[in-house]
């Protein structure tokens, strides 16, 4: 069952004109060539001593310290760390958040009773519960997960409240004369408005729940890519701290792509199309 | 409870008056459950809230305190004005000029993606442990999701606007102030909120990894030093400070988006 639209037909928006100036094949060949032109730069900055070598180790240099370390354990076992520790808390923080966001939209005195208890808590960055965390759990990933579920849990449960009673009265109103069980219309009518809210807070709590991963492992040192870029600045090996940092932003890039995909996925599975 | 009960609760819990009320006595009830709990416990790592709070009265208003203060809000906020002026700045040429978008984009979705505190090590590298690394950070970290929304609110301006723009030979920097900066506050604005939470997460990380100063040096020398009432009263007043700075931010946006939009901001 495909809910029927009910939300109202959007204004029709004018088509815009295709963007002046724009190079045929430029999105490919033009950030190619500034990709190119950079590296070749800095390079040269950096061979010619322009560029201190010892904090911008020429891109060639990072580029092997990337290669030896692609070739090593070290690299896939801090990376596998680092990314079991990010999903786990985006599987715990996005369900925990969407359920408890449900139950507070539908039951307003409780959501109005908690309103100040949460809009307390949501703006502690959750950074300065590291201390905390390190007596109390200890400096396994357990506390980095914990920081990363403290801090995308709000981020997903404000949305989701919002989501719940954005529902369409007239949806509601049908969904009451046909019936339906609790389970039916929130199934079918609830979750369907939620659906944009929540991906919005996907998509926050994703990066940050890295962020905060990241950040437990420079600070707490928990093995992972934050203690490896960490660690080669401290050792003085600059080349290896940059072949890391690409690392997490590699990672990071496709961790966001693989959201995306989902949520389209989900978009289409429930007639919701043509977002994002 | 009886139907009419839980009605009547529901309909106290939609008024203005009624939210408010509820409102208090959970805020209230919620520091009397926490002091309660906290209060005859015996663990040392959570101890009770009155003193946590007469540790906080005492501690902050100390030269010391104040000084620490002081020193975390103006990292904040230069990072934080510093990732404004540079996010619209590149985000209005980004966005209004294409070629520019094309060259540069992808490098953008690149160094965005990387997780800002990854970039804690490289920041202390360049500027050691003082006040410019911070800044820097705190600004390198915020700086995107400014960037990148207001590239995409100049690039979806109003063909129309635009256009009447020329027809009334509205150029230079009377364009640039009353229809482009208009048009895209809104955008800019949405930018900003999502960085005000980060700017205070890359605050906290900078001065716990290195600093002499600030309000992140302070809950983590606490730690260190076994002094948890201390640390306690820095997490309480970070928390203070996060609802102050995004409860002065909403705010803020909402008189600017009356500015910009008188007719479309009712609530």
């Not at chain 1, 808390?89 to 966001?101: D, N, R, W, Y």
């Not at chain 2, 965005?112 to 202390?124: D, E, K, Q």
């Not at chain 2, 990148?148 to 020329?166: I, Q, W």
Request: proline share 6%; aromatic share 6%; net charge positive.
């Amino acid at each position: 069952m495909v809910l029927p639209t009910l939300a109202r037909p959007a204004p029709r928006v004018p088509r815009r004109r295709p963007a002046r100036g724009r190079l045929r094949g430029g999105a490919v060949l033009l950030p190619l060539a500034a990709l190119a032109v950079a590296v070749a730069l800095q390079e040269a900055l950096t061979r010619t001593g322009v560029l201190p070598g010892s904090y911008f180790p020429p891109a060639s240099q990072t580029a092997a310290a990337l290669l030896v370390e692609l070739g090593g354990a070290t690299l896939w076992q801090t990376l596998g760390s680092t990314v079991s520790t990010w999903l786990l808390a985006l599987l715990i923080a996005v369900p925990l958040g969407t359920a408890v966001g449900t139950v507070l939209g539908l039951v307003r005195p409780v959501e109005a009773f908690l309103r100040p208890v949460v809009e307390f808590l949501r703006p502690i960055p959750s950074v300065a519960l590291i201390p905390l965390v390190v007596l109390t759990i200890g400096t396994s990933a357990r506390s980095a997960l914990f920081l990363a579920v403290f801090a995308s849990f709000w981020q997903v449960l404000v949305p989701a409240i919002a989501g719940v009673r954005s529902a369409h009265p007239i949806a509601l109103d049908t969904a009451r004369s046909y019936s339906f069980t609790l389970w039916q219309r929130l199934r079918w009518v609830q979750l369907a408005a939620m659906l944009p809210h929540l991906a919005t807070a996907t998509r926050l709590a994703t990066s940050t729940s890295l962020i905060l991963v990241v950040t437990a492992e420079i600070i707490i040192g928990i093995p992972g890519l934050g203690h490896e870029i960490t660690m080669s600045r401290s050792v003085g090996n600059p080349a290896r701290m940059y072949a890391y940092i690409v690392v997490s932003g590699v990672a990071g890039i496709v961790i966001n792509a693989v959201v995306k995909r989902l949520e389209r996925a989900l978009f289409v599975s429930h007639g919701i199309g043509a977002q994002a | 409870m009886s139907v009419t009960r839980t009605t009547e609760l529901r309909r106290l819990a939609d008024g203005g008056r009624g939210r408010v009320a509820l409102g208090v006595l959970g805020a209230l009830v919620a520091v009397l459950a926490w002091s309660a709990v906290s209060g005859s416990s015996e663990n040392i790592y959570f101890p009770s809230l009155l003193e946590i709070l007469e540790r906080t009265a005492t501690y902050w208003p100390t030269p010391e305190g104040v000084d620490n203060l002081t020193a975390s809000l103006r990292t904040l906020g230069a990072g934080l004005g510093l990732a404004v002026l540079v996010g619209v700045a590149a985000g209005l040429l980004i966005g209004q000029v294409p070629v520019v978008a094309q060259t540069v984009s992808p490098a953008l979705e690149f160094v965005r993606a990387i997780p800002a505190t990854a970039l804690v090590p490289f920041a202390m590298m360049l500027f050691g442990v003082g006040d410019e690394m911070k800044v820097f950070l705190i600004a390198l970290g915020c700086v995107w999701p400014i960037l990148l929304n207001t590239a995409d609110g100049a690039r979806g301006l109003d063909a129309t606007l635009l256009d009447t723009a020329r027809v009334f030979h509205v150029t230079g920097l009377r364009r640039a102030l009353g229809v482009v900066v208009p048009a895209v506050l809104p955008r800019v604005l949405v930018g900003v909120r999502i960085a005000v939470p980060l700017s205070l997460i890359l605050m906290v990380t900078s001065e716990m990894v290195g600093a002499q100063r600030g309000l992140g040096y302070v809950i983590t020398q606490a730690q260190a030093t076994f002094q948890l009432l201390t640390m306690w009263s820095g997490i309480v007043v970070l928390g203070v400070l996060g609802f102050l700075l995004t409860t002065a931010y909403s705010a803020l946006e909402r008189l600017l988006l009356r500015w910009c939009d008188p007719k479309r901001v009712s609530s």
